[in-house]
């Protein structure tokens, strides 16, 4: 979901040349992929801060979409989920995917190639089998101590 401020526009190579404190509510939101990796249920290691994914998906995504089902209200309705910003990013990122765009653009790495900036397609990674659309298992369908069992080894 995108934010309707219809005032603001994405500029030419915004992620290359505006720091992320600098970035408008539409720049922001178009450094996401929608690969939807970052609404997977995950387990980690207290002491180690080892983080492992699993395919079990938060109780509000879509799987048909790889879309949060209420993107406006998804913190008052899911308590652990992040609400990204330029000022929490530098705690978060360590558990991030590797491909993520915030993640990649607050280390100072090039967005994926399948990115949508970069395709100029808003699908492109659904298309390039770069997201989580129609791989996942609801949260609601599984009992919480068996999510060892849905860890999955490559994230992609
Ligand atoms: S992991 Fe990053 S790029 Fe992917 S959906 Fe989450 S915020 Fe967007
Ligand atoms: S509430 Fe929405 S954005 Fe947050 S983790 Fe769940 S599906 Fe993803």
């Not at 080892?50 to 048909?64: G, I, S």
């Not at 609400?83 to 790495?109: D, H």
């Not at 791989?135 to 101590?145: C, F, L, Q, S």
Request: charged share 25%.
């Amino acid at each position: 979901m995108k934010n309707l401020n219809t005032t603001q526009s994405i500029r030419p190579n915004f992620w290359k040349e505006i720091d992320m404190t600098e970035m408008n509510k539409l720049e922001w939101e178009a450094l996401c992929d929608g690969c939807g990796k970052c609404c997977l249920l995950k387990l980690e290691d207290e002491d180690t801060n080892d983080v492992k994914f699993t395919n079990v998906a938060c109780k509000l995504f879509d799987d048909n979409t790889c879309l949060c089902q209420n993107y406006a209200l998804r913190k008052q309705m899911v308590s652990g989920c992040v609400v990204l910003t330029p000022e929490n990013i530098e705690r978060i990122a360590y558990w991030m995917p590797s491909t993520c765009g915030y993640k990649r653009i607050f280390e100072g790495q090039p967005l994926m190639e399948w990115h949508p900036l970069i395709t100029g397609n808003p699908n492109s990674a659904h298309i390039t089998n770069n997201s989580f659309k129609n791989k996942t298992v609801p949260e609601y369908d599984i009992d919480e101590a068996d999510l060892e069992n849905y860890i999955i080894q490559d994230l992609g």
